[in-house]
C-alpha cells in the first residue's frame, strides 16, 4: 500500500528544534512534488513550504522562512522538514503531501504529526 510515513514530532521548548521526517512507503518520491502543511486548533490548513521534484528548489511561507529547512534524500525515500527557532505560534499539527508532477491526480498524504512548542 502507498503511503507516506510521517515521524520525528514532539514537544520543545521555545528557541528548540525539530526534525520531521516524511517517508514513502509503496512507491518513490522521485518526480513527486512535496509540501509540508501545519494546522493549529481552531485554524485552517496553512502551506508552510515545499521542495521540487529535483531539490534543487525550495520555497516558504514567511512566517517560516530563515528558520525551517525542507530537504530530500531520494536513496532514502524521504523528505525532512528541519524546524529551528521554534516559536509557540508553530505550535500545530504537520502534514507532508507529495504529488507527482505530470500526474496532479497522484497524491498522497502524511498522517500528520503533533509539533508543541511551549513558551
Known amino acids: 500500500q502507498a503511503q507516506l510515513v510521517q515521524s520525528g514530532g514532539g514537544l520543545v521548548q521555545s528557541g528548540g528544534s525539530l526534525r520531521l521526517s516524511c517517508a514513502a512507503s509503496g512507491f518513490t518520491l522521485e518526480m513527486y512534488l512535496i509540501r509540508w502543511y501545519r494546522q493549529a486548533p481552531g485554524l485552517e490548513r496553512e502551506w508552510v513550504g515545499g521542495?521540487?521534484?529535483?531539490?534543487?528548489?525550495?520555497n516558504y511561507a514567511s512566517a517560516v522562512k530563515g528558520r525551517f529547512t525542507i530537504s530530500r534524500d531520494d536513496s532514502e525515500n524521504t523528505v525532512y522538514l528541519q524546524m529551528d527557532s521554534l516559536k509557540p505560534e508553530d505550535t500545530a499539527v504537520y502534514y507532508c503531501?507529495?504529488?507527482?508532477?505530470?500526474?496532479?491526480?497522484?497524491?498522497?498524504w502524511g498522517q500528520g504529526t503533533q509539533v508543541t512548542v511551549s513558551p
Open positions: 503531501d507529495a504529488r507527482h508532477i505530470l500526474q496532479p491526480s497522484d497524491e498522497y
Open positions: 521542495i521540487n521534484s529535483e531539490g534543487t528548489a525550495t
